[in-house]
C-alpha cells in the first residue's frame, strides 16, 4: 500500500489550494479515504471522509462550506480542495486509507502573508 500526497505549499490566507493523494498497492474504489491535519505542537485531527464511492461526504466543523473532498476511482486519487484558507490551518496534511491503517508522508501547507 502506498499514499503519496502532493499540491502543499505557501498560499496567502484566503488563497486556495488543491491537495492530491494517489493510491497504489490496493483496490480503491473499495476503500474510503480520508484527509486529515497535523498543526504544529497540535494533535492529528480529522478534516475530511469520503466513502468509497463518493457518495457520502462528513467534514470537521471548521472546514464545512470551505474545503471539499472528492475522489476519482478511475485514477486512484483523492483530493482535497481548499478555499478561504487560514493562517491557523498550516499544517502537515495527510491521507489515509479508511479510518487509518495506511497513511501517507504528508504534504505541508503553509498559510502566511
Known amino acids: 500500500v502506498q499514499l503519496v500526497e502532493s499540491g502543499g505549499g505557501l498560499v496567502q490566507p484566503g488563497g486556495s489550494l488543491r491537495l492530491s493523494c494517489a493510491a497504489s498497492?490496493?483496490?480503491?474504489?473499495?476503500?474510503?479515504m480520508s484527509w486529515h491535519r497535523q498543526a504544529p505542537g497540535k494533535e492529528r485531527e480529522l478534516v475530511a471522509r469520503?466513502?468509497?464511492?463518493?457518495?457520502?461526504?462528513n467534514y470537521a466543523g471548521s472546514v464545512k462550506g470551505r474545503f471539499t473532498i472528492s475522489r476519482d476511482n478511475a485514477k486512484n486519487t483523492v483530493y482535497l480542495q481548499m478555499n478561504s484558507l487560514k493562517p491557523e490551518e498550516t499544517a502537515v496534511y495527510y491521507c489515509?486509507?479508511?479510518?487509518?491503517?495506511?497513511w501517507g508522508q504528508g504534504t505541508r501547507v503553509t498559510v502566511s502573508s
Open positions: 489515509c486509507r479508511g479510518f487509518g491503517d495506511y
Open positions: 498497492g490496493f483496490t480503491f474504489s473499495s476503500y474510503a
Open positions: 469520503i466513502t468509497s464511492t463518493g457518495d457520502f461526504t
